[in-house]
């Protein structure tokens, strides 16, 4: 008789359970699937001590959704008890500019720059940073002040670039944050951490985290929206991947659903020729019926969720089209966002959507404009891209606010991080560039949970280094999930032997100086 403790066929079997396995992790197995799901998922034993790394809560929650939640009721509900707290915004739109605005053109006024043109940086200023490897070879670092004036504008002063003339106009409605920073000097791993609180690839981004925990605040469309503005060939466009809203490790309905900016915004809505809603319907019973058997033989929690994004996707063969339609918006909308936003893809078209789309009911919509990336021409560039996104900007704060909708809904405007004073490559007083600064930039926000009309942290004379009150990017994560009432420190996904945050392991805090 054989005896091989881990052969399949061994009369005195070692389970998985047997083997030195931590106990939290047995119980957590025990919770979100049987020995006979475990094993047909994972086939013979080997491999058992790489899982116990590996595995992480994935299953549980999710398990525990199928067994006891009606799917027809939509995707993303709430089973986690949250939120912590009473929030103030029950929504949020982020406007993520990237590329990176260089602050000291827009917001961070530094009028004595104008007297040290084309003078050296001084390297007490800079330091021992790190440079990026366009601007390390540079024998000078030229101070390039900015090239518009700015002007005080609201009952608060507020300084601000005769650039941005819309945003002017709304000074006493935004909270600006003017010691932003972050670790990263590079856009993609940048952009990584202000989505997703974590440089590298894998984890939920913001969206995803505010679509699993709060859950969905309708049925008919997708809890956490993504719209991409069309691009301008003439400026610098930074790739812009789906791994931005991303739900990582967690389920993957809670990832960003994309609304595409030229053609339909959803492929495939309409139904083929000679498929009725009824037809339709039935189809989606049948594979439902197969998919509901897969999860009770497998276990698999993904099935589960594919069952209620193809419920989804069948609602919102109705409902899209019902939020793209713009016939009925009255003239006083055109007015306020102007005729671009009738053009499908452009950024004042996005800002109308997401007040469209926050008056349905979505959670979280993030408005992406690439082309920020001003490492040249900043003269010829930087026009441009303040014109494309003023207005939609102003338009969107102000409509939301006649509505009665901006008390509980934040709006964050942010880049990935700010941009050098001084001058990448030549420097003249007709043009300059700007390479890339993590270590300052300007963000905004305004509505449910901040207070309007603070600028909040400072810097130094040339924009360079935070002197007062610093905002770290996982800060920064931390008070929008505060202001949508949830505690960043109790707000944790076991995965991989870890309890995974937005915030990250490292300590963040909420901006309590910028709270409503």
Not at 296 to 323: C, H, K, W
Request: glycine residues 10%; proline residues 6%.
């Amino acid at each position: 008789m054989k005896h091989h403790p881990l052969c399949s066929d061994c009369e005195d079997k070692i389970t998985p359970m047997d083997l030195p396995i931590p106990d939290g992790l047995k119980q957590e197995w025990a919770v979100s699937e049987s020995r006979r799901q475990f094993l047909g998922r994972c086939g013979k034993v080997l491999g058992w001590a790489s899982l116990a790394t590996l595995f992480g809560e994935a299953s549980v929650r999710h398990l525990v959704r199928a067994a006891g939640s009606n799917l027809q009721a939509g995707v993303g509900g709430n089973t986690l008890g949250l939120p912590h707290f009473a929030p103030k915004a029950k929504r949020a739109i982020y406007l993520f500019m990237s590329g990176a605005p260089p602050q000291v053109d827009l917001f961070d006024y530094k009028p004595n720059l104008v007297f040290q043109f084309d003078k050296d940086m001084p390297a007490s200023v800079r330091g021992n940073q790190q440079l990026t490897g366009m601007t390390s070879g540079q024998a000078r670092f030229p101070v390039a002040p900015s090239h518009w004036p700015f002007s005080r504008h609201g009952q608060t002063g507020t300084w601000i670039s005769d650039l941005l003339p819309y945003t002017a106009r709304m000074v006493d409605d935004l909270t600006f944050i003017k010691s932003t920073n972050t670790d990263a000097i590079n856009h993609e791993p940048a952009i990584m951490l202000m989505n997703t609180g974590n440089m590298n690839a894998g984890k939920p981004c913001l969206g995803a985290w505010l679509a699993y925990g709060l859950g969905s605040m309708n049925n008919n469309l997708p809890t956490f929206v993504v719209l991409q503005t069309k691009t301008n060939p003439k400026e610098n466009n930074q790739p812009v991947s789906s791994r931005l809203w991303s739900s990582g490790f967690l389920s993957s309905e809670f990832s960003g659903v994309g609304l595409r900016s030229v053609g339909d915004p959803v492929l495939y809505l309409e139904d083929p020729p000679g498929v009725d809603r009824g037809t339709r319907r039935k189809m989606l019973d049948a594979v439902e019926e197969i998919n509901r058997q897969t999860l009770a033989e497998v276990g698999d929690p993904e099935t589960n969720s594919r069952i209620a994004q193809y419920e989804m996707a069948f609602r919102m063969q109705s409902s899209v089209p019902e939020l793209t339609d713009l016939s009925k918006e009255p003239a006083s909308t055109w007015d306020l966002y102007g005729p671009e936003a009738k053009e499908p893809g452009t950024f004042a078209y996005n800002c109308l959507l997401a007040r469209r789309l926050a008056e349905r009911g979505v959670r979280f919509t993030q408005v992406y404009k690439r082309g920020w990336d001003v490492h040249d021409n900043v003269v010829g560039m930087l026009p441009v891209l303040c014109q494309e996104t003023d207005r939609g900007c102003y338009a969107l704060v102000t409509d939301l606010k006649r509505r009665g909708f901006l008390d509980d809904t934040l709006v964050i405007w942010a880049g990935e991080f700010g941009r050098t004073v001084y001058s990448q490559g030549g420097l003249s007083q007709e043009n300059y560039g700007r390479d890339h600064h993590p270590r300052c930039f300007t963000t905004w926000m305004t509505g449910g949970g901040v207070r309007p009309g603070v600028t909040y942290g400072e810097t130094d004379d040339y924009s360079y280094n935070v002197v007062k009150d610093p905002v770290h990017v996982r800060d920064f994560n931390a008070t929008i999930l505060h202001c949508l009432g949830i505690d960043h420190n109790k707000f944790a996904y076991r995965f991989q032997g870890l309890d995974q945050k937005l915030s990250s392991p490292v300590p963040a805090f909420v901006v309590q100086g910028i709270l409503g």
